[in-house]
């Protein structure tokens, strides 16, 4: 892992920031591509309906990227003390929140999603393919979480690079797959969304793969995976302020 303490400040600072940024520009190609392809393939209803269900995705997505990076930070405040069990603790602690939170939102989001986007005056012409394309997002949401956590404890060893990986994977195997389930298996906006999930589950096991390889840090005993209150508290009173924190912005686009 790399030590942000040691070397030329500058040097190290760009060293993690330019991979974050180059992150920045995938992530928006990664977000736009579902759009395009099914606009170029399937229509502008099609089109239409995943621009509607964009702004709600946004919305828990957010809030699942400000957890994990909540979550996260106490990791790296870990790492910084050089506290090796309490790094991989704090590892299973995310671990265990990711999870628990995925399989929280994928229920509610199921139950409600419909009676969400009545509430949100959808137009009836675009409120099957809308719900299609999210029943396969939320159904998917362990691995969208899992995605967004391990990539974030990565970081949190002072590596921005592997998380870009990741993230470039998931763009290539995402347009890739939008055109096989779109027009050779005939998915229409729901294989759109299974080629989403399916990229992000593909980049799960890419950074569990990477972690197993070359992260020693979190190679858990028995023992680490015994949760304890104090670990819980402290992991929730910073990842769940960063979650509605994240959330709150895309309120405004609903």
Known sequence: MNDLTKGRPIIVILRFTLPLLIGSFFQLAYNFADS??????LGEEAFASV???GSLIFLIVGFAQGLTSGL??????????KD???????????LFYSILVSLVLTVLSLIFLRPILELLQTPVNLIEHSYAFMVAIFGGMVFTILYNYLSAAIRSLG?????LIALILACIINIILDFFFILNVGWGVFGAGFATVTAQA???LYLLFHIKRKIPQFHLTKSDWKLDKDNLKKHAQVGFPMGFQASIIAIGAL
């Open 202 to 204: 593909v980049s799960v």
């Open 72 to 81: 996260a930070i106490v990791t790296a405040q870990r790492f910084g003390a």
């Open 51 to 53: 621009g509607t269900a």
């Open 36 to 41: 395009m392809i099914v606009g170029h393939t």
């Open 159 to 163: 590596d921005s690079t592997t998380p």
């Open 84 to 94: 090796t069990v309490g790094l991989r603790h704090s590892f299973v602690h995310g």
